[in-house]
């Protein structure tokens, strides 16, 4: 089992920056792929980043590229979404996934592909 516990959201203006981050327990962090989810109200849970088991792979929605980084500190089992220059069509409920993959390269898209989540936390931007 992974536990997964994000932090960082909450409420900011347009043009502005949010840094989130998902801690994680359990089973040896370095083994999952890591992603950022989103859910906005009425919307289908959507993929945002994600980062490889080594830290040395990331992949973006095309919406966010340019603007948000996804790191992680695998000696702190944490992973970091860095939001900058946020829009109002960013406002959703944030989640971290683990994906257990047999690839020290490999990022997944489909949220069916994560075995672990967290409870998620609220970003609001205000335009």
């Known amino acids: 089992q992974v536990q997964l516990v994000e932090s960082g959201g909450g409420l900011v203006q347009a043009g502005g920056s949010l840094r989130l981050s998902c801690v994680a327990s359990g089973r040896t962090f370095s083994n999952y792929a890591m992603g950022w989810f989103r859910q906005a109200p009425g919307k289908e849970r959507e993929f945002v980043a994600g980062v490889s088991w080594s830290g040395g792979s990331t992949l973006y929605a095309d919406s966010v590229k340019g603007r948000f980084t996804i790191s992680r500190d695998n000696a702190k089992n944490t992973v970091y979404l860095q939001m900058n220059g946020l829009k109002p069509e960013d406002t959703a409920v944030y989640y971290c996934?683990?994906?257990?993959?047999?690839?020290?390269?490999?990022?997944?898209?489909?949220?069916?592909?994560?075995?672990?989540w967290g409870q998620g936390t609220q970003v609001t931007v205000s335009s």
């Open positions: 996934a683990a994906d257990r993959v047999d690839s020290i390269t490999a990022i997944r898209l489909d949220r069916r592909a994560y075995d672990y």
